[in-house]
């Protein structure tokens, strides 16, 4: 009896221990599975601090930029560019709040048009943005201060051009030719497949990055060559100031703005082999990167532009 009880105890033991290695993993998988985050709700967490940052500093920037500009009696062709650009700060600053809306209730509650008008806001303050830094720094390069009439001419061209044709273009088209659900918005990937929108985002890609790196190249030989001629006084002169402001918005620009695009390349290469949409939260924080450029103002009081 004390045998048969013996041999009868190792057996159980070692069922015990064959058993323990499975159920163990099998407890740490699903413990793995529950506390795993999911990488959507790792990005909202990110979008959600990255513009409110921008909403308060691009905020404060602009009241404290305007009231500068209202205490300057005469307009200069820097000022008429800096106050369009306040203008345009403005207006996507007032589209962040239903972004956060959105990103924080996980549910677009203002219908689909107005969902396409805060899309279409991001795109043009990004673009126009982008234009009036070129209009900067290009007047700085070739000393066009003076021709007041043509900057004013050339910035009503844009604001016209975006306001006629842009944007109700992109309104009419964009988000249209799928079908989505209502309460979600800033989710139009599904027209990055066609071959109309593809055609359209490497022109705008080539053309941006093309830009970006002439201008680059100007500059940077612009600033070497006027900090050879001036030292060691160099930040005594007003040229080499004036090439110093050119040169903070087309960092500005790099920073901001290039990451969106080079990625936009990826993101459109890789569409079709993303079946469960995890590019979709990276391009929306490549995004919301771009808004951060309404800091500009901000930087310029703090004195970094200087």
Request: include cysteine; charged fraction near 10%; proline fraction near 4%.
């Given at each position: ?166 944007a109700p273009v992109f309104l009419s088209y964009y988000g249209t030719s799928k079908t989505y659900h209502s309460s979600e918005c800033f989710q139009f990937h599904k027209e990055i497949r066609e ?72 993101y459109i290469q890789n569409y079709a082999l993303d079946k469960d949409h995890k590019l979709l939260p ?25």
């Open positions: 009896m004390c045998l048969s009880s013996y041999f009868h105890i190792q057996f159980t033991l070692k069922e015990e221990l064959r058993r323990m290695p499975n159920s163990s993993i099998t407890q740490h998988n699903l413990s793995s599975n529950v506390m795993l985050p999911d990488p959507s709700e790792r990005l909202h967490s990110i979008l959600i601090p990255l513009y409110i940052i921008n909403l308060a500093g691009g905020t404060l920037g602009v009241i404290m930029m305007s009231h500068q500009l209202f205490q300057r009696r005469p307009q200069t062709v820097m000022t008429v560019i800096i106050s369009n650009l306040l203008v345009l700060h403005t207006f996507m600053l007032l589209s962040i709040p239903f972004r956060l809306s959105y990103y924080i209730l996980r549910e677009w509650k203002f219908g689909r048009f107005p969902c396409k008008l805060a899309s279409a806001i991001i795109y043009f303050h990004m673009y126009t943005t982008f234009v009036f830094y070129v209009g900067i720094i290009t007047i700085r390069l070739f000393q066009l201060e003076s021709r007041k009439w043509f900057t004013a001419a050339w910035v009503a061209a844009v604001w016209l051009l975006g306001a006629l044709v842009i071959t109309p929108m593809v055609i359209t985002n490497y022109c705008f890609i080539g053309i941006f990055v093309s830009v970006c790196a002439l201008l680059t190249t100007i500059q940077l030989s612009v600033i070497c060559r006027l900090a050879a001629k001036y030292w060691p006084d160099t930040r005594s002169h007003v040229e080499f100031r004036a090439q110093a402001k050119s040169l903070f918005f087309l960092l500005v620009s790099l920073v901001c703005f290039v990451p969106h695009h080079v990625f936009r390349v990826y990276y391009n929306e924080i490549f995004l919301a990167l771009t808004t951060m450029c309404c800091l500009d103002m901000l930087f310029f009081i703090a004195g970094i532009a200087h």
